[in-house]
């Protein structure tokens, strides 16, 4: 019997963002549109993959590239209805969605002081998007405890209700931006 299958709700969200990954828009996560989100968020960093933080940030990226194409069948081209199936199987998986949670975390928090500031969410959205995004009132949703930014367990928790979760409602949802 196979698994539930995407609800319409995860559907959009997971193909919004994929949308926004697929930077040539051939209706395909590849290499190179990892590359190339890896090269805009760089850029809104003001570094590159020679500096410390940058060869970090191209490490957890390409890792997450080879992780998605091995789950996908690793033939080097993901559809967004691959991804929807890689999505039906998270919840059986946890420790996969949290370790990805982990090093984008990682990568987020630029200065590593261990939370992610409003300022270092802004890049990653606006660098995900590939286009200015504003994020005030989605971090504010995220703040869960309302202290000015995201602890690690906040971001886990969000970044899990994103990929794996089925609630329109809950604030994870929307670690993209609206849906």
């Known amino acids: 019997m196979l698994g539930a299958m995407a609800s319409d709700f995860q559907r959009r969200k997971i193909s919004g963002v994929f949308g926004a990954m697929d ?53 080097g081209k993901v559809s967004v209805d691959q991804v929807l199936r890689v999505v039906d199987e998270l919840p059986k998986m946890p420790g996969a969605v949290t370790g990805t949670a982990e090093a984008v975390f990682e990568a987020v928090d630029e200065n590593g002081d261990g939370v992610i500031s409003a300022a270092e969410y802004h890049r990653l959205i606006t660098a995900w998007n590939g286009v200015e995004t504003p994020t005030d009132e989605v971090f504010a949703l995220l703040d869960t405890d309302g202290d000015g930014r995201l602890s ?26 609206r849906v």
């Open 23 to 75: 930077h040539d828009r051939d209706g395909y996560l590849t290499e190179a549109d990892f590359r190339a989100l890896t090269a805009r968020w760089l850029d809104l960093r003001g570094t590159d993959a020679g500096t410390p933080g940058g060869r970090r940030l191209t490490g957890i990226m390409m890792g997450w590239w080879g992780t998605l194409d091995d789950a996908a069948g690793g033939d």
């Open 152 to 177: 690690r367990e906040e971001f886990t928790g969000h970044w899990y209700e994103f990929w794996a979760g089925d609630d329109p409602a809950a604030p994870g949802s929307r670690v993209f931006g």
